[in-house]
Nanobody, 121 residues
Framework: DVQLVESGGNSVQAGGSLRLSCAFP????????MAWFRQVPGKEREGVAT???????RYADSVKGRFTFSRDNAKNTLYLQMNSLEPEDTAMYYC????????????????WGQGTQVTVS
């Protein structure tokens, strides 16, 4: 299994910003799809954004224009910059690694982090 470690979750007021990080082993990015998911208790896990081996990103409509998914290859870290946060963004956020094609479907990802909580009030 690939070990992924998220960080950066916090409580923030609506309209604020947070940056989530996901540390991953150096070999993962070149061969895998990486994604951010989020989940609220009692609801299905929702795909937020994906990034493929070529650096192409795709976003859920609910976060498009507000969230930016990026990576720093030198640090083996992915980032999710979240701006203009809304109460509806409150969830546990998970980083995931999987095989292509890169889709926002939880079942297509084999490796997950432990999650980091984001609360927007």
């Amino acid at each position: 299994d690939v070990q992924l470690v998220e960080s950066g979750g916090n409580s923030v007021q609506a309209g604020g910003s947070l940056r989530l990080s996901c540390a991953f082993p150096s070999f993962v990015y070149s061969w895998h799809c990486m994604a951010w998911f989020r989940q609220v208790p009692g609801k299905e896990r929702e795909g937020v954004a994906t990034i493929d081996r070529n650096g192409n990103t795709r976003y859920a409509d609910s976060v498009k224009g507000r969230f930016t998914f990026s990576r720093d290859n030198a640090k083996n870290t992915l980032y999710l910059q979240m701006n203009s946060l809304e109460p509806e963004d409150t969830a546990m956020y998970y980083c995931a690694a999987g095989d292509p094609p890169c889709m926002r479907v939880p079942g297509t990802y084999k490796n997950w982090g432990q999650g980091t909580q984001v609360t927007v009030s």
